[in-house]
């Protein structure tokens, strides 16, 4: 997540604040729950580092685009109403979220990354923003380098940008609201609390930001009806400050392999 300055803050506490208090999933959770420091850390600062990647990743796509995509096809792209061209931004850009999203979890060393963003242990709009700096600039590249390479229009992409934001903060929250129908096809509260949780079952499932039917079609969706997780977070043991947590996935022994025990000689 990245938020341009403070003032967003207050925008985003006084939206999500009040809707935590109305329409709360856990009583038992307050405003000031465990680590809230930590992640507002992360609210003020991450934002710099990550910033200064996705300029990169602009200026990536924009030569790639340049050097791949005809002048023609992208003006044609562009060119497309708002209403055809945002759909498909959404379309794409969470199918590169979904892909990169899912290597994070499958590949041990990007797994040392993205172990951070998991280890949030009490769900709400604030915990969104405790992800890894590395994590967040490669998985938000994979979502938009193809969007930008393609040519799509700077006000659709502008659209999809907050949407993913809001939608972000949301399925994070402290919030109990039915999706109906559309949960199965937009990531809702439900989708996202059941990736944090930590059940056997759940692991490495419900991989996609924005829209959950591309779970359902590539086989990893769990969202058991009327059930929520009873425990968040991963075994591994990540530290609880932020310098520690941006250092952990550079620690050398974070992945030493547990040493089987050597059978006894008769
Ligand atoms: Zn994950
Ligand atoms: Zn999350």
Redesign the pocket.
């Known amino acids: 997540m990245v938020f341009p300055n403070p003032l967003s803050l207050i925008l985003v506490m006084l939206i999500f604040i009040p809707l935590e208090r109305l329409l709360t999933l856990r009583r038992e959770q307050g405003i000031f729950r465990r680590s809230w420091q930590l992640d507002s850390t992360y609210f003020l600062l991450n934002g710099i580092f990550i910033g200064a990647g996705l300029k990169l990743i602009l200026l990536a796509a924009l030569v790639l685009s340049a050097l791949i995509v005809p002048s023609e096809f992208r003006s044609w792209v562009g060119s497309r109403p708002f209403w055809i061209q945002l759909p498909v931004v959404l379309l794409l850009s969470d199918l590169g979220f979904y892909a990169a999203h899912r290597m994070f979890h499958k590949i041990p060393w990007l797994w040392r990354f993205h172990a951070v963003?998991?280890s949030?242990e009490e769900?709400d709009w604030l915990?969104?923003h405790r992800?890894h700096p590395f994590d967040q600039i490669l998985t938000k590249g994979a979502s938009i380098l193809p969007i930008i390479a393609l040519g799509f229009s700077p006000d659709v992409i502008a659209a999809y940008a907050a949407l993913y934001q809001w939608q972000?903060l949301l399925?994070?929250s402290n919030v109990k609201i039915n999706f109906g129908p559309l949960a199965r096809i937009f990531a809702s509260p439900h989708f996202?609390h059941w990736?944090?949780a930590n059940h056997k079952e759940a692991y490495d499932k419900n991989f996609a930001g924005q829209l959950s039917f591309l779970d359902a079609l590539f086989g990893t969706l769990h969202m058991p009806a009327n059930q929520m997780p009873e425990k968040y977070g991963t075994n591994m043991p990540v530290p609880k400050s932020y310098g520690s947590q941006l250092a952990y996935p550079f620690q050398p022994d974070v992945y030493k392999p547990v040493k089987q025990a050597t059978p006894q000689e008769p």
């Open positions: 963003h998991h949030i769900m915990a969104a992800v972000s399925i994070h996202h990736h944090h």
